[in-house]
């Protein structure tokens, strides 16, 4: 089998302001095709008319040249050694950011094609799961209020059935006691019903994280995610070494290594690695494989549309993480992008899709509606 396109398709949603990323006004799905007939997808995070161009750029130079370059007439079935090339052809220009996410939104296509090859779902090829599903946890956006956000705390609950709430909160109230209040005032309203997490964005500096960990511990937090710089390493050690509060972070970094300087020097409890951000499920697979190795667990981090959460969701179960992130959002390309969806059960978790590769195909209609035709779109 031979790969013989890589289409990036740029999507758009007009409607959308993108005023909150969440919402997801704009995406980029990779397909890859191949001589067999068998298509992969995957999804590239960041923005899709430079990240298209990395896929589709041709370059003269050895070492300088576009991923769809690198792969035509290459078998799709060796995802790791595909998943080096790429790394290695892109390794002046690449490393850590946007080259990775494009590079692991390819290796998320290729991973699909080798589960539709050996008729197998992917976290199969990843080794097994114990299970057949995982609990989700709410990933809610920032409310103004306390008694707004236990509302909306009561209204996904009741309609998807969480078990667990994840709050984001917002840069200009972090500093105010005003997230320690909501976090108090959410759990005397749920009790221990709900198991609670806060995402603090990389707000605060060290001395500021410890002081709001030990604010939060009378109200039994899971993980306080994000809560310094993600290159402040050291702060991350102290911040674990003072409180009992567990510690995640990652979206914002890039491969491995990076995750190995969060583990080994931040001592971090968590690591949130996202196939469509940190180098696709092969990357994603390691660094879950390190954190099993030294203690740590792998949750991963998913937005974005439901390509990326079945990619992450495939990886979390092969690597037994407790918990998946769920957005909740209704962007309408998380809604409508592919045929499937990742409801919740009557005991909120979430299903491992059992159909061979991701799970997930496109809804065809939706992409030509969104269809943004930008260069290399279309050819
Ligand atoms: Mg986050």
């Known amino acids: ?23 997801i ?3 980029l799905v990779v397909r890859v095709e191949t001589d067999e007939g068998i298509v992969g997808i995957g999804e590239i995070d960041g923005p899709p008319l430079a990240t298209t ?47 990775i996410w494009v590079l692991g939104g390819i290796d998320i296509a290729l991973w699909d094609i080798a589960g539709k090859y050996y008729k197998q779902p992917v976290y199969k090829l ?12 709410a990933s809610m956006p920032p409310y103004q209020t306390a008694e707004r956000l236990i509302q909306a705390c009561e209204e996904v609950v009741k309609k998807h059935n969480f078990t667990a709430i994840k709050f984001h909160t ?4 972090l500093h105010d006691g005003t997230w320690v209040k909501f976090v108090k005032a959410v759990r005397e309203h749920f009790g221990e019903k709900l198991t609670l997490m806060v995402d603090a964005h990389n707000g605060f500096t060290t001395d500021e994280a410890v002081r709001f960990a030990k604010s939060l511990e009378p109200f039994d937090v899971y993980f306080l995610e994000a809560a310094l710089l993600p290159d402040n390493l050291d702060g991350f050690a102290r911040l674990v070494s003072s409180t009992d509060i567990m510690i ?23 690591v ?20 099993k190795d030294r203690g740590k667990l792998y949750v991963p981090h998913v937005w974005k549309t439901d390509i990326a959460f ?29 045929n499937e969806s990742f409801p919740l059960d009557s005991n909120g978790r979430v299903h491992l899709p059992q159909a061979a590769g991701l799970g997930v195909t496109l809804n065809e209609s939706v992409v030509e509606k969104y269809r943004f035709p930008g260069p290399y779109s279309h050819y």
């Not at 060796?78 to 052809?89: A, F, H, I």
């Not at 917002?170 to 109230?173: A, C, E, H, I, L």
């Not at 690597?319 to 959002?329: C, D, L």
Request: with cysteine; proline share 6%; net charge negative.
């Open 1 to 23: 089998m031979k790969i013989t396109k890589v289409e990036p398709i740029v999507l758009h949603v007009p409607t959308v302001a993108g005023l909150d990323d969440d919402d």
């Open 25 to 27: 006004p704009d995406d």
């Open 53 to 99: 161009t990395l896929v589709r750029s041709v370059h003269p130079g050895t070492f300088w040249r576009g991923f769809e370059d690198i792969l035509i007439g290459e078998n799709p079935l060796d995802v790791e050694r595909l998943w080096e090339k790429m790394y290695r052809y892109s390794l002046h220009f690449g490393r850590r950011g946007m080259i």
């Open 126 to 137: 990843l080794g097994g799961a114990k299970g057949e599903s995982i609990p989700a946890y």
């Open 170 to 173: 917002d840069p200009v109230r």
């Open 248 to 270: 995640a972070v990652g979206e914002e970094q890039s491969t491995r290594f990076m995750f190995l300087d969060l583990m080994d020097r931040g001592k971090v409890d968590i």
């Open 272 to 291: 949130q690695a996202d196939t469509i951000v940190q180098g696709g499920i092969t990357e994603c697979k390691r660094i879950a494989e390190l954190a």
């Open 310 to 338: 079945a990619s992450n969701f495939h990886v979390g179960a092969a690597a037994n993480s407790p918990f998946v992130e769920w957005p909740v959002s209704e962007s309408p390309l998380r809604k409508s992008l592919t």
